[in-house]
């Protein structure tokens, strides 16, 4: 099995946005197989733990949980994994035996990385990225969904959102870019007033040194972004991957060819959208009722 084919696979399982909460606590017997398995294929080629550290985007504390059996590893952990030991597909086939009891909820893998990310890129098409959403927007969307959830599992829901912008103000600075579509910012999710709350604080985080924000205007004629939004989030270890939401789901792309290509797209996007300074100045007259 290539690396491509490994990463189509990872392609292929998709987790429900709603089970972040949900962690089976004792791995299965197949955790301590799995683990054993990248274990000896470690020590076959003479490597240590830290050796192994250097060429993925995990820490040697991570792999020594996984191949302890006390942690489950995710697919982007295992494709990174099997590609640095050159197994060739058999830790991916080995790992499907962790999820035959049905899918892990691997979004939280991606607020793992995120909050250590070094730089994020983000593309949003139909809702403000949860790292910029007021409380009370963020309570408005989680009021949207469907299946609903209660006021309690809202409120959950909320305060680990608001938690996760704990990665604004964190030292080192991490480097943050967004590009949001004009449909993004005329949705009144919560009614007027959160609205305007909610655009007011986002020029404030445009203020904040670290970030870039841009508008892609519903005038343009040509869009680099029609095929949906995404996420470019580079590790500690310098290494990029994306990340993709979607009804009911979400997705890493960890291979290369999918990383540049998505690399590609982002750039295009940015040259299309408005410039940070027209960007600010087309929120301020949102704001002031001029559009």
Known sequence: MTVRDIAATVRSVRWGGFALTQRKKKPSPAARVFGAQSRMMRERLGWTMKDLEKRVPYTESMIAKVERGERVPKPPYVVAVDEALAAQ??????????????????AHEYMDLQAHALALHFYSTHVFPGLLQTEGFARAVFRSLRPSLDDEEVEQAVQRRLATQQLLSRKPAPRLHFVLEEAVLRKPLGGNEVWQAQLQHVLECAALHNLQLQ?????????????????????????????????????????????????HAYGTIQSQALDPEASVAFIKRLLAGDQ
């Open 89 to 106: 597909g058999l830790l991916m086939e080995a790992a499907k035996l962790l999820w035959q009891d049905g899918p892990f909820e691997w």
């Open 215 to 263: 508008v892609m205007p519903n005038s343009r004629e040509t869009n680099a972004g029609v095929d949906g939004p995404f996420v470019l989030l580079e590790t500690p270890n310098h290494c990029t991957i994306a990340y993709v939401e979607g009804q009911r789901g979400s997705y890493f792309l960890p291979d290369p060819d999918d990383v540049s290509a998505l690399s």
